[in-house]
């Protein structure tokens, strides 16, 4: 604990503080439960998104053999060539928000490829489509928590440390007051009757 100046000017500095810390403490609380919540909210939908990919690969693993054939799925038919994600806002934080991507797909012979490379290619693309909002939604969750962690910071420290000092503060310089106050009184009544027992 910082050493204070036993003063009235001190007194109200602290209680100014006292006040303030207690008008944002409810303000961080309640930023540190959206946080929370929206924390659970993105975890939520990792799971659903990874549980859609895992259905996905497991369709895609029904062609993986044919995918093997020469020169029928190569690397160049299905590319991204575009991700579309927006700024949003989380209680403070700025968090992307996955809104789709673009694909380029190279024209192939429908003539002399296999029927089955169309849904393959689109198989593909709601694959790469649902890696692409698992990576959003990992950087979501990166941000939110590094956001949460320093908000509850804040609030154990308001709580534990600045509004318990500033109370003590207030004590302290309260009583050091009031002792100076009775001091005084004391030494009035002593020169009163000092000055009594002089006149008489």
């Keep these: ?29 309640l930023k540190k439960q959206q ?16 549980a859609e990919k895992d259905q996905t690969d497991e369709s895609i693993k029904k062609w993986l053999a044919i995918f093997g054939e020469e020169g029928v799925f190569t690397q160049d038919i299905l590319r991204i ?4 994600a927006r700024e949003g806002n989380v209680a403070g934080v700025a968090i992307p928000v996955f809104e789709g991507a673009e694909f380029e797909i190279s024209q192939y012979d429908l003539v002399e490829k296999p029927l089955w490379l169309d849904i393959a290619v689109d198989s593909m693309k709601k694959a790469l489509l649902l890696d692409l909002e698992l990576q959003c939604l990992e950087e979501q969750r990166r941000r ?48 009163k009757r000092g000055m009594e027992k002089a006149g008489s």
Excluded: C, H, W
Excluded at 153 to 161: A, D, M, S, T
């Design 35 to 50: 946080l929370q919540a929206e924390i659970r909210t993105v975890e939520i939908r990792t799971t659903e998104v990874r």
């Design 144 to 191: 939110l928590r590094k956001e949460l962690q320093t908000t509850s910071q804040r609030v154990n420290l308001f709580e534990k440390i600045k509004i318990p000092e500033a109370k003590a503060n207030i004590k302290k310089i309260a009583v050091y007051l009031g002792d100076q106050q009775t001091a005084a009184v004391v030494r009035g009544k002593i020169s």
């Design 81 to 84: 060539t575009k991700m579309a």
């Design 1 to 29: 604990m910082a050493k204070i100046k036993l003063t009235k000017n001190e007194q109200k500095k602290q209680k100014d503080s006292l006040k303030m810390f207690q008008r944002y403490l409810p303000t961080l609380m």
